[in-house]
């Protein structure tokens, strides 16, 4: 079975730039998480959908961050303008409904940097 | 911001030693993880508990979930060079999870 997939596995931009990062979950989980992963700040939850609609993007870090999530297979999660601070490996998650054992699906991470 | 103060951050070990590391909380939490994560890779589940006072085994690891529900440990025993990575403890409630800092495991053969 194809876990989650995240695309790109590495991105190196200039500050300013847009960033888009993708994630297709698992089919049939109906959580999908974005997860922020630094040195400094460990795994930080940033936003989690449940049936595509965002219900807590509280760790979203400022307005440049958006996600998306337009079905059941696909999310996006933006950042524009990037800035070098937003340099970190980003993951995305995904959980099927019920939760079940409470056990995290995790993708390989998309490490972004931004010079 | 993270909720959860794991500890300690780094452990360097020969192999063949045991390893113990935990996880405190201000909040309870109904169910604590353990995540492991490899290099270049995302985490990976150890270890679920989900009752206050639950002893758990998987091989060579132990996890506790704390009485009070605020902190569980996490202990690896005769440890191997393969166990290297990031350990993750995780606390969960309803839908939110938060995780520790990460305890980064070094191990010598």
């Known amino acids: 079975d194809a876990g989650v997939i995240q695309s790109p596995r590495h991105e190196v931009t200039e500050m300013g730039q847009e960033v888009t990062l993708r994630c297709k979950p698992i089919?049939?989980?109906?959580?999908l998480f974005w997860y922020r992963q630094t040195m400094m700040r460990g795994l930080e939850l940033l936003i989690y959908f449940n049936n595509n609609v965002p219900i807590d993007d509280s760790g979203m870090p400022e307005d440049r961050f958006s996600a998306k999530m337009p079905n059941a297979s696909f999310s996006t999660l933006k950042i524009q303008p990037s800035e070098p601070r937003d340099s970190a490996v980003y993951f995305c998650?995904?959980?099927?409904?019920?939760?079940?054992?409470?056990?995290?699906?995790f993708g390989e991470g998309s490490r972004l940097t931004v010079l | 911001g993270q909720q959860l103060n794991q500890s300690p951050q780094s452990m360097f070990i020969q192999e063949g030693e045991d390893v113990s590391m935990n996880c405190t909380s201000s909040s309870i939490f109904n169910t604590w993880l353990w995540y492991k994560q490899d290099p270049g890779e995302g985490p990976v589940l150890l270890i679920a508990?989900?009752?206050?006072?639950e002893l758990t085994s998987n091989g060579r690891l132990t996890a506790q979930f704390g009485i009070t529900r605020k902190d569980s440990f996490l202990n690896i025993s005769a440890s191997i060079p393969s166990d290297v990575g990031i350990y993750f403890c995780a606390g969960l409630n309803n839908n939110d999870m938060r995780f520790g800092a990460g305890t980064r495991l070094t191990v010598k053969p």
């Open positions: 089919s049939g989980h109906d959580y």
């Open positions: 508990l989900y009752k206050a006072g």
């Open positions: 998650a995904s959980i099927p409904e019920g939760r079940g054992t409470g056990e995290l699906f």
